[in-house]
Nanobody
Framework: QVHLVESGGGLVQAGGSLRLSCVAS????????MGWYRQAPGKQRELVAV???????NYIDSVKGRFTISRDNAKNTVNLQMNSLKPEDTAVYYC?????????WGQGTQVTVSS
């Protein structure tokens, strides 16, 4: 069993920054890709950023230049540094981790950006 726990969400004014962290625990041998998704009210969950086991990264266009994803394989963590936040970034943010053929999800953390 693998558990993912996110932290770092909160309320911030537009232009501000937040850093999300996600720690994976449990029966982990090797984590492949890790990612951050978000879901705003009334919208589908979307991929925000992904990082491979080789530290390759990819972002959705709307966050390029503002968000940075990173990981620490020794600590089984993935982080999302979010700068220059906008009200449209408001959503519940979820981390996920791919281990063998299974994808695991965290419970989500709320990010609210006020204008």
């Amino acid at each position: 069993q693998v558990h993912l726990v996110e932290s770092g969400g909160g309320l911030v004014q537009a232009g501000g920054s937040l850093r999300l962290s996600c720690v994976a625990s449990g029966s982990i041998f090797r984590i492949n890709a890790m990612g951050w998704y978000r879901q705003a009210p009334g919208k589908q969950r979307e991929l925000v950023a992904v990082i491979t086991s080789g530290d390759g990264t990819n972002y959705i266009d709307s966050v390029k230049g503002r968000f940075t994803i990173s990981r620490d394989n020794a600590k089984n963590t993935v982080n999302l540094q979010m700068n220059s936040l906008k009200p449209e970034d408001t959503a519940v943010y979820y981390c996920n981790a791919n281990i063998f053929t299974t994808t695991y999800w965290g419970q989500g953390t709320q990010v609210t950006v006020s204008s």
